[in-house]
């Protein structure tokens, strides 16, 4: 019998078959919404959590306190649950209705910080909470864990389900930990790989997807390792999105949508190749904004 944690990764990876149209290149999305948690995110949480307790970092009687768009703070809420931890979440008031009443369903609290301010706006937020003592801050900007999940799992899931035959990985840019995990497994078993970034252009909003300021540049980012970087704007994720329930029968919200958009600009300059691109989330967390309207 498996444990809920047992359940995280091994996400299935299954082929677009009508959004890629290019004879020669195969398009895959491995779907992370299939998660206990319902995103690519319960990687990362459960990366974090155990590797504060195991280090010591999170001692008896400490909170946990995040800065979240919406994804990481419901993965962190789950788990922090199992074990027994008291979590304080915060993010930015536009989040949808769902992201947080799931996390509150989960136990943990949520503390809204004004929407323009963004999400620099929560992390000072957090950053002035964790300055005042009392609470444990993962930081999934910078914490290495966030990373070193996707090291351990994602990659070689990617790996293995391609049989190796994987040329190309595309994803949405938000905390980088999922791109800097694959991309550091992937070339260390194919140096060729091409590791493909997608951010918003100026002005876009994306949940999930972020184009960051110098100063707020999450640490665990590491530039040399992203080989190409593709811009995609909210209408054109938007649309992906719309287009990748219809056609593929893949419900996801708006940053699978942008990535995927990406990934299709990537094929327009390919003539073989096996691209895999990761579908972050279900697409039942933004029925309550106007992504399906």
Not at 76 to 91: K, Q, Y
């Amino acid at each position: 019998m498996a444990t809920l944690l047992d359940l995280i990764g091994n996400t299935p990876l299954v082929e677009l078959q009508h959004i890629n149209t290019k004879p020669g290149v195969k398009l895959y999305g491995k779907l992370e919404g299939n998660n206990p948690g319902g995103s690519v995110k319960d990687r990362a949480a459960y990366g974090m959590i155990k590797g504060a307790l195991d280090r010591g970092e999170l001692k008896p009687g400490m909170k946990l306190i995040e800065a979240t768009s919406g994804n990481t703070g419901i993965a962190l809420a789950m788990i922090a649950r199992l074990f027994g931890v008291d979590i304080e979440l915060v993010m930015p008031d536009n989040a949808t209705q769902e992201r947080v009443q799931t996390m509150e369903a989960y136990g943990g609290k949520v503390i809204l910080t004004p929407a323009e301010k963004s999400m620099e706006g929560s992390i000072d937020y957090v950053n002035h909470k964790v300055s005042q003592g009392g609470y444990l801050l993962l930081n999934q900007f910078a914490n290495p864990d966030n990373m070193l999940a996707h090291y351990h799992t994602t990659g070689p899931e990617i790996w293995r389900d391609t049989d190796g035959q994987v040329t190309h990985f595309v994803s949405s840019m938000g905390t980088t930990g999922t791109i800097m995990g694959v991309s550091r497994y992937l070339k260390e078993q194919k140096s060729g790989v091409q590791i493909v970034g997608t951010q918003p252009v100026e002005g876009s909003q994306i949940p999930g997807i972020r184009r960051w300021p110098e100063a707020y540049l999450p640490k665990i980012f590491e530039k040399e390792r992203v080989d190409m970087t593709i811009d995609v704007s909210q209408h054109e994720a938007t649309k992906m999105t719309r287009r990748l329930a219809k056609e593929e029968g893949v419900f996801a919200g708006m940053s699978s949508g942008g990535a995927i958009f990406a990934a299709t600009k990537l094929i327009e300059q390919l003539d073989e190749g096996v691209v895999v691109c990761i579908i972050c989330d279900r697409g039942d967390r933004y029925l309550s904004s106007d992504l399906f309207a």
